[in-house]
């Protein structure tokens, strides 16, 4: 969707009035006549309408010969969260109304610059839709919103959208990534996707192959990948903001492109949802995408693993053993516990190639984390409570919330394994701190390291107020975030 913003308030076909909480029983609207003024009031009074964030009254005006839409709009307190929902709820109603323009007009209230960002970028995140499979989409189910332009917006609205934007483009590579099917969507499909949507950005691009990886000994890794006809890639995009120097913190990503399970194959039932398994690489391209889009200052690497895990003659059995990068070994009890192999062999690599301050992996890694938590919040598991309170924050301001989790040698225990250094599973309880052990098992002294698993957060069966059904694109706003507030000089 196009954003634009304007000073001239000539009558648009369909202008959105926003409304603060406490305007709501006024029954007085700048932008609207005193004629409508009435037809207004009587109209939210009737729906109930009470300035709500992302509530909507939709009223007719006359305007002449001919007739106005108005939509009243609830923006709540006026926080940049409500006026988010506004924008959001904005483009739900509009998206495939056969309206192809929305003027919003500021008027009435008096928004921080941020707060109309944050408006404008929900409604045009909300305007997401992967349709490219659909041949014989009905009419009316068409998109046909295709500009909003903002009328009376503050001092430094378009300075804080340009930001914001950088975010929403970040977002689009994640969702276009997540929602993409399995045959479409392989290791090194995905790093060719990567490439040529960060085009032009100043990425630095390296990728490593299977060849390289085995030279590396990356065993855990591979081990994941050997069932599949489909080669491994590790992909990591290099955004050096701040100049030359190692990178003040990497990200990494799980890039499962398609989990079976394995040989412990999963149940059949739902088991085409897993080519999402690579959410926390999506994750980690599309935050990469953002800080290069907006010219962040700070030197960040993003590294994703990518992989797929199959069942076949030659894939890893239940009680092999494997060596990984760091020389540690793992008996491998379950092939389904397939991502944190991933992780390990690419947090190694991460290491020995860019020597960064901090780390931060996301990882769709664990069903037990959604019996945790269900679909509200991933969950965070750090070595380091100041980068742990950083990502919280950072949740918090943008919505992509998160929960801390325990980390203690108690459930370390758990993993030790009778003939190598440990398993790859521990027993039922606890699974996504036993999950969170293993990897921690893999960072190196002195790393700042934090765990995000996002199990229950990279898709949704339901709409939020910045994403339709389906791939949310969780972590990339929540990334940008902690970079700029913690690591962004």
């Known amino acids: 969707m196009q954003i634009a913003f304007s000073s001239d ?40 309408f009470d300035g709500e964030a992302g509530a909507i009254v939709d009223l007719f005006v006359g305007e002449g010969d001919t007739h106005r839409r108005v939509l009243l709009v609830g923006v709540g307190s006026g926080s940049e969260a409500d006026w988010e929902k506004a924008g959001g709820a ?55 919103l295709t500009r909003l332009t903002i009328v009376g917006a503050p001092d430094g609205t378009e300075a804080a959208w340009s930001a914001q934007q950088a975010v929403t483009e970040g977002l689009t590579l994640t969702r276009n990534l997540v929602a993409a099917p399995p045959n479409i969507l392989y290791p090194e499909s995905f790093v060719e996707q990567v490439r040529a949507s960060v085009e032009g950005l100043g990425l630095e691009i390296i990728t490593v192959d299977e060849a390289e990886m085995a030279q590396h000994g990356m065993g ?30 990497a990200l990494v990503g799980k890039g499962v492109t398609f989990d079976t399970g394995g040989i412990s194959l999963k149940p059949g039932a739902g088991m085409e949802d897993m080519k999402w398994d690579m959410g926390g690489a999506g994750a980690v391209a599309g935050t990469m995408k953002a800080l290069a889009a907006r010219k962040a200052k700070v030197n960040v690497v993003g590294v994703m693993g990518l992989v797929e895990n199959m069942p076949d003659g030659n894939a890893q059995r239940p009680g092999d053993v494997v060596t990984s990068m ?39 890694l664990t069903g037990a984390m959604i ?6 919040y991933g969950g965070l598991f750090a070595n380091d409570d100041g980068l742990a309170d950083a990502l919280l924050a950072a949740g918090l301001a943008t919505g992509d ?26 027993p039922r309880g606890a699974g996504s701190i036993t999950a969170a052990q293993f990897i921690q ?48 000089g």
């Open 9 to 48: 308030r000539s009558t648009a076909a369909i202008t959105a009035l926003p409304v603060e909480k406490d305007l709501a029983g006024r029954g007085s609207w700048a932008g609207l006549g005193e004629g409508h003024q009435a037809l207004a009031s009587a109209a939210a009074q009737a729906a109930r």
């Open 220 to 249: 855990a890794l591979l081990g994941v990948s050997q069932g599949s006809v489909r080669e491994a890639r590790i992909l990591a995009l290099r955004w050096n903001g701040a100049g030359e120097g190692d990178p003040a913190v």
């Open 441 to 488: 098992r893999f960072v190196d002294e002195g790393v700042a390291w934090a765990h995000l698993d996002i199990a229950g957060m990279v898709w949704s069966d339901k709409a939020g107020a910045t994403y339709d059904k389906g791939a949310t694109g969780y972590g990339v706003r929540l990334l940008d975030r902690v970079i700029a507030d913690r690591f962004e």
């Open 90 to 144: 904005l483009t739900a109603k509009l998206l495939t109304s056969g309206a192809t323009e929305l003027t919003a007009d500021l008027a009435s209230v008096s928004p921080t610059a941020k707060a109309v960002a944050r408006f404008a970028a929900a409604a045009a995140q909300r305007a997401w839709r992967f349709d490219q499979y659909r041949t014989k989409l009905p009419e009316k189910q068409k998109p046909t």
């Open 371 to 376: 019996v945790s938590l269900g679909n509200e």
């Open 401 to 426: 919330k998160l929960w801390r989790f325990p980390l203690s040698d108690t459930y370390n225990k758990l993993i030790d394994s009778p003939i190598a250094d440990m398993k790859n599973v521990g």
């Open 326 to 364: 760091s020389g540690q070994t793992i008996e491998i009890l379950n092939t389904d516990a397939e991502g944190r192999l991933v992780l390990a062999d690419a947090i190694t690599w991460t290491q020995a190639t860019f020597r960064p301050k901090a780390i931060i992996d996301l990882a769709t």
